[in-house]
């Protein structure tokens, strides 16, 4: 059981779906030279997120509950603000929007519909939209 994850200048690894998602993580962040820090993800070809990065148990779990055996995948970044708690998946493969040109669309959509990013940008809209309290104290009729 294997599946293929494409990433850099059209670079393709195949791996073993019977590997736990840490291993498996961790040896797509040495082929694709990340920092360990960086947190990864896939997306199939049609867009859907594989959501590797919040398993609870990484080193417990094997790769084959979260991938499809024969697919093939795109390896992303996954960059998560702490200010706003907002998500921005980038794609780790070079051209995207040629090889997938829709793809490339679902990231961004991805990646602007995070519930949190919602919030945020709701947020001063909603402080605008209320009605300034006056700070002087009011007087009471006598």
Known sequence: MFVTVRYGANCQE??????????????????????????????????????????????????SKYLRE????????????????ATCYKSLLENLGKHHPDLADR?????????????WRKGPLQRRAQPKKSSEPKSTPR
């Open 14 to 63: 195949l791996v073993n779906l019977q590997s736990r998602v840490l291993v498996l993580t961790a040896h797509l962040r040495r082929k694709r030279q990340c920092g360990t820090g960086d947190c990864i993800d896939l997306v199939d070809e049609a867009g859907a997120l594989m959501n590797l990065s919040k398993v609870e148990n990484p080193a417990a779990e094997y790769a």
């Open 107 to 119: 990231l961004q959509k991805l990646s602007a519909n995070t519930p949190m990013r919602e919030q």
């Open 70 to 85: 024969r697919q093939r995948y795109i390896l992303v970044r996954v960059i998560r603000e702490q200010s706003t708690e």
